[in-house]
């Protein structure tokens, strides 16, 4: 067993006369242990070799080029040009992102859908317009959370300084985070409570919104333009099935009922799933949360229990201010001009 | 009143078009071989907006006519014009209207209103794939009003909607208000051109681009013909 480590050619000729003398005299227990010891010896061996990683990257593009970045997350400020945030993207991010941030590492074939390319700034996760860049908070929690059904994973081990760091370096990779501010977030009323009505509001939305068309009227994602979507690479793309998953289901970009309200008033942008801000109020928006939220069958919700109280049975919903809102649906071309 | 402003219109028109004496260029796009055939779109998916058509619509990418003429094909100048930076004041409009785009290509100037409208009566989901301008994504259902927009980079950018994915067509963002589409058989003219040279571009989504150098003296009226070669498949 010793023989096989003292083969080891990181191991110095010091050390080996080391070992051949203590082996001699030690018991055997002890010489486990010392060989754990010389292993460790032989490992640091190869740090300098590790730290050759830190290099800059030259590749065909030349160097990457590290502008002076910075994110601000409370109190925390991330910096790109931070040996941290160098690192911990060559060790955690490039493999995927690839090293010039375009989503082409040496992963980026085999995953599906494909890591995010940096250098056109377009971003899934936001709480800001569609079109707009996200905030660095958007980022900062993006990158703990991670992508559900995608191969990002949740960094949640990362310390917020980490992660600032991260938020500040991918932005060296498009311009656009040197000529443009984040957008403003959306803002969002507070939740009202669930009802019954809010509920069955929510439902009416979904057919006249006709979220169904990709989504599927159980929100199954397997509505009749399903099969036909891809994102704004030309990579095929799903809709997101509500009822698949348990009482863990997430959504894309989080898990709380304010999530869910900033996916469809802000869009995903680069997918086929686009803003509704400029369409829905925000209060009927908060019905169609509470809507959504009764499409994920498996899962334990507020939602869930006040359908489950009316014995899974949604009314169909009954507009009360109907004489109003009915008149202008039929003029609303000559309307729209003066909204 | 009203007579009196048209009046005015009139006449500042007659005064802007005598100020504007110029060359002309003007021509005509054609193709060489054979272009593919385009498919019928089925609409079935949509009723509201199938019902709309006696006989199925053909897909546009390649709008060939008698005399292997080409339509749709944006002809603007490229270099040499010479009010490169003046921005039209008036919008623009993208209409869609039983699934389809109107125009199904749309030229405009860089930094141009244009407003998107829906007029059908089904949602549409408008969503530009542009790569040098940002990218966004709105949700148009029937009865909302018109999407405000502009663009301020030139480039030529697909336009799709999701939710029908037959649905395809064009924003062409030019830096110059000298630019035409090429109709009624692929002609095209671009008049009021002052003195000089210039070069023509020819944009066809399919089959690419084309230049060609022309010189203007006077008020003559140049011509300048394009031909494609037409993509078997």
Known sequence: MARRRIRSPAL?????????NSVKTMRFT????????????????????????????????????IKPMVSHIGNVTGHAESEQAKSDYRRYCAGCHGNYGDGTGENAVWIDPKPRDFTIATFKCRSTPTGTLPTDEDLFNTIARGLDNSNMPPWNTFSKQQRADLVAYI???????????????????????????????GQALFAKLECWKCHGTHGEGNGPSASTLTDSQDNPIRPYNFAAGGDDSRFKCGKTNQDIYKIFMTGLDGTPMPSFADVIQPNDAWDLVHFLRTLQVH???????????????????????????????NNNKAAGGGQ | MRTRKILLVLVTLLVSASMMFGGTVTGKVTYTGTPVKMKPIDMSKEPSCAKQHATPVLNETVVAGANNS??????????????????????????????????????????????IRNDDQTSHNIHPLPKVNIEWNKSQPPGTPPIKEKYDKPEFIPVKCNIHPWMHGWFVVLKTNHY????????????NLPAGKYTLTAWQEDYGTQTADVTITGTETKEVNFTFKAKAY
Request: proline residues 12%; glycine residues 6%; charged residues 15%.
């Open chain 1, 171 to 201: 932005k060296i990779f498009s311009p656009r985070w040197e000529k443009e501010k984040a957008g403003t977030p959306i803002s969002i009323p507070p939740e009202p409570p669930v009802t019954l009505q809010s509920i069955s509001h």
């Open chain 2, 180 to 191: 035409d589409i090429s109709k009624n058989g692929g002609s095209f003219t671009l008049p």
């Open chain 1, 30 to 65: 002890s010489v486990i242990l010392f060989t754990a010891i010389v292993g460790l010896l032989a490992v640091s061996a190869f740090i300098p070799r590790a730290s050759a990683q830190d290099e800059p990257v030259v590749g065909p593009k030349g160097p990457v080029v």
């Open chain 2, 70 to 115: 080409l339509d749709n094909v944006v002809v603007y100048i490229s270099s040499g014009a010479p009010d490169d930076g003046q921005v039209p004041s008036q919008t623009v409009t993208y209409d869609q209207k039983g699934c389809q785009y109107i125009p199904h290509v749309l030229p405009m100037h860089v930094n141009q209103e244009f407003e």
């Open chain 1, 12 to 20: 110095t000729s010091i050390s080996r006369v080391l070992i051949m």
């Open chain 1, 299 to 329: 899962r334990h919700s507020k939602e869930n229990d006040v359908l489950l109280a009316a014995h899974g049975v949604i009314p169909p919903y009954v507009d009360k201010s109907a004489p109003q809102s009915a008149a202008p649906a």
